[in-house]
């Protein structure tokens, strides 16, 4: 199946909404571009993706979206360099995880050239969208969810892909103080927690809330049987940092294969840090925040990059990490962001020019 | 809050849609009645209730549902008696429980009033919906979704409450062959299993899809983390019976707490069956399927209402489960349709007249 640009429809908004946007103030998620992808799956197959004006989107009450929470969604960003190129990180690495989550919630797969004729096609469109100021870029939101009717929990039989934008600031507005949950869980064994599922993120805000009323700003999940094992942060996969050695869990059926976490695995080991891929139980890292070994906690994700952890509750008591200069966390954000924003030569191949 | 019947605005459908419906050959939750409860919630409270023309809903691409799955859901019936008076069975059960949804959802609960007088009202409007015919009934959905906007993964600050109804016939077709499941997992420990989460449901249709390929109708849950016991099925709980016994798994976090099982739990010990609540291990069923002390099992639910099993497969064999007269699954069948319709005496108090 394949999709020239050339192919793709685009029904342009009648007037732009840029004017009314302050990007010197952006929030993260919450003001959208012009335009959107839109991509309807019916019949068997997905139709003809389209580029229209951002617009509402009208469904039947029984939309299966609203029932079963079918639905997978994506999170990407795009960037302008000083000469207005536009980039985006491992965008095919978002597509095959769009897929994958896809198929482990029965919903059908996207060809590559729908997706990504597509998003070239839209940010195109809306490049004038993309923030140039350091710190911020242009949000992407691919999402399909389940428009086929009936109150029947089964797959539906129609479903919608959109791709959607919103210049975006920072994530987290300085360092983050991080509960380790000893209750609640995010995912099960044989579960859909290394997929982006609309549902996975619905069941942590209850547990989030409760932890933010304790005074924390996000929760480190554990694994749903023994609560012993680090697995990852609300959207954001973790790095702890022993001694110099920097060490991050496993990827397993729980636990989302993060993009930013695995090019600061690479990037790490390029920087000649010792790099661990291991479980790490929540008593080595009480361990080592005792005896003063325990350096570093960060988060790495798409949406918040490299977030710093300034401390962790556990078990009633709280561990704070002391602050340090040169920090593995400064210098990955350094070395991803200036390859993301074309600041320095990419060795590894990930920055994709669009063009 | 008290929200007295008359205080229910209805706007009522300019035409019915009712004449083109064939209501000796209804399907599951596939046709839908002329009206439907509609209630937002924004400004930090609940607002009016409304009873309106059953209607598309209009949302914005960002609203939270099409991202993180934030919604629940409940499911109830309406039957209507010889003398057209409309029941309903057990109706707060099902407004509490789709509370305890709510709370774990970070959705905000629904005051009582507005569900049951809403529910009310729209019976009451359209009655005319509700099937006579034996076997036949009104399937009623309450649902609540996430209708404010942002890609951010927080609780919604708007929702909205719908309840829409559909004349239904059977669910399944038959008796059902089932797959005990040692893959894949429906819940986590303190996760959301126990709640009606849209996210549940999806979770489930790759894994039962791959069941149906097998020749399986359903599958039958087991524990996350040993696969040893038995949990559930997709909308059911389930009832084994070995030797003259009825057999029950306890609830728990991972388990929905079906309004069905626990008054069949109660009308077989008013039968003077021997009912045990306790943890049953497949090893457990597997041993009686071998030694013919398993009679019957039977799923349990308001869509289903009792569902015989005729087999179930486990470890690359399969198990068939032979006839036998005078069921459990039968009498249990008889009993709670009986109380559900009208035919016989109530002495548990769960008819709940509409008037
Ligand atoms: C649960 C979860 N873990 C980790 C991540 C980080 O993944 P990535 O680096 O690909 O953005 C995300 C966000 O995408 C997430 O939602
Ligand atoms: C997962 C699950 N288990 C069990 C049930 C049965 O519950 P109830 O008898 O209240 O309908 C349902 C359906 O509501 C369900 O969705």
């Not at 989030?208 to 697995?231: P, R, S």
Request: aromatic share 12%; glycine share 8%.
């Amino acid at each position: 199946m394949n999709t020239a640009v050339s192919d793709i429809e685009v029904i342009k908004a009648k007037k732009t909404k840029i004017h009314d946007v302050d990007f010197d103030h952006l929030s993260f998620g919450s003001t959208f571009s012009d335009h959107m992808l839109e991509c309807n799956y019916k019949d068997g197959k997905w139709q003809a993706p389209k580029v229209v004006p951002y617009q509402p989107i009208t469904l039947d009450p029984s939309a299966k979206i609203f029932h079963y929470g079918q639905s997978v969604f994506e999170g990407m960003k795009a960037y302008k360099d000083a000469k207005n190129d536009i980039y985006l990180f491992r965008p095919l690495d978002n597509w095959k995880r769009l897929n994958i989550s896809s198929k482990r919630l029965a919903i059908p797969e996207v060809p590559e050239s729908y997706f990504m004729e597509g998003l070239k096609t839209l940010l195109k469109l809306d490049s004038e969208w993309i923030p140039k100021k350091e710190g911020s870029s242009l949000y992407i939101r691919p999402f399909i969810f389940a428009t086929g009717k009936g109150f029947h929990a089964s797959p539906a039989n129609e479903y919608k892909f959109i791709i959607a934008c919103a210049p975006s600031g920072a994530y987290f507005a300085g360092k983050v103080k991080v509960l380790i949950e000893e209750t609640y869980s995010r995912s099960a064994n044989g579960g859909v927690g290394f997929a982006k599922a609309g549902g996975n993120y619905a069941g942590q805000f209850y547990p989030t809330q409760l932890a933010v009323e304790k005074g924390y700003q996000q929760v480190i999940w554990t694994d749903d049987n023994t609560h012993e094992y680090i697995e990852e942060a609300g959207a954001m996969n973790i790095f702890i940092r022993i001694n110099d050695t920097l060490i991050t869990g496993p990827t397993s059926d729980r636990i989302l294969d993060g993009i930013t976490r695995k090019s600061i695995i690479e990037l790490a080991k390029a920087e000649g840090i010792a790099v661990e891929v291991r479980k790490i139980s929540v008593h080595e890292v009480v361990a080592a925040a005792k005896n003063g070994s325990l350096k570093e906690m960060f988060g790495a994700g798409t949406a918040a990059v490299i977030s710093p952890i300034s401390g962790f509750g556990y078990h009633g008591e709280d561990f704070d990490i002391p602050e340090l200069e040169n920090t593995y966390a400064s210098l990955m954000k350094k070395r991803i962001t200036d390859i993301q924003t074309n600041k320095c030569e990419d060795p590894f191949g990930w920055r994709f020019k669009v063009e």
